[in-house]
């Protein structure tokens, strides 16, 4: 079985520019969570989806957002680009209630904001 | 909120022998889950261990196993015999019961493997 697959792989944006990011779950899995990881720290809680529903957000501002489609893959969002956003953006996905709350990770995308 | 911490930053091991990596937490919660990830060079985050806090007895996966001291909130990983392969960062997290599964995360260790 394919694990969560998330694209792309390296992005390069320029300040104020707007950015996509994609991940696809585990088959099966409904939920779907993305973190932040700044170079040299842990990864940051930003959002969580479960059957396309918003579950819980992190500490981040607006120009955050995200969104969860029918067949559970999400995107996150992020607008009016930032040196600061520079991070490597990791993506999770969980089965749901009946697991042990196992989450399993993509390979994530490198985000470098010039 | 909840916090993690990890109060060593880089640890290094001979191969074959065994390390302890540290982990603390603090909550509120009684009934929360504990994992160990490892982080190698090519940056995915790869489940090592879990541990249900309603459970006394620790967890064991094979080299890897744990020290959980709910009392102390203390959540170490030991692995033994260790291997050329185990080196990467280690991140201590914690999650909450279905509807709250963010994973709060530590700092992590740096673990490198001496041959």
């Known amino acids: 079985d394919a694990g969560v697959t998330q694209s792309p792989t390296h992005l390069i944006k320029t300040r104020g520019q707007q950015v996509t990011l994609r991940c696809s779950p585990i088959s099966g899995h409904k939920s779907v969570s993305w973190y932040q990881q700044v170079l040299g720290q842990g990864p940051q809680f930003i959002f969580q989806y479960y059957e396309k529903e918003e579950r819980g957000r992190g500490n981040f501002p607006d120009r955050f957002s995200a969104r969860q489609f029918p067949n559970y893959s999400s995107e996150l969002n992020v607008n009016a680009l930032l040196l600061g956003d520079s991070a490597l953006y990791l993506c999770?996905?969980?089965?749901?209630?009946?697991?042990?709350?196992?989450?399993?990770f993509g390979p994530g995308t490198r985000l470098t904001v010039t | 909120a909840q916090t993690v911490t990890q109060s060593q930053p880089e640890m290094s091991v001979q191969e074959a022998e065994t390390v302890t990596l540290s982990c603390t937490y603090d909550t509120s919660e009684s009934d929360y889950y504990l994992f160990w990830y490892k982080q190698p060079p090519s940056r995915q985050m790869i489940l090592v261990i879990r541990?249900?806090?309603?459970?006394?007895q620790n967890a064991t996966e094979n080299r890897f196993s744990v020290n959980f001291q709910k009392a102390a909130k203390s959540f170490s990983l030991k692995i033994s015999d260790s291997q050329l392969g185990d080196a990467a960062m280690y991140f201590c997290?914690?999650?909450?019961?279905?509807?709250?599964?963010?994973?709060?995360f530590g700092t992590g260790t740096r673990l490198t493997i001496i041959p």
């Open positions: 999770a996905s969980l089965f749901g209630p009946s697991t042990p709350y196992e989450q399993y």
């Open positions: 997290a914690y999650s909450e019961n279905f509807g709250n599964e963010k994973l709060t």
């Open positions: 541990q249900e806090a309603y459970k006394q």
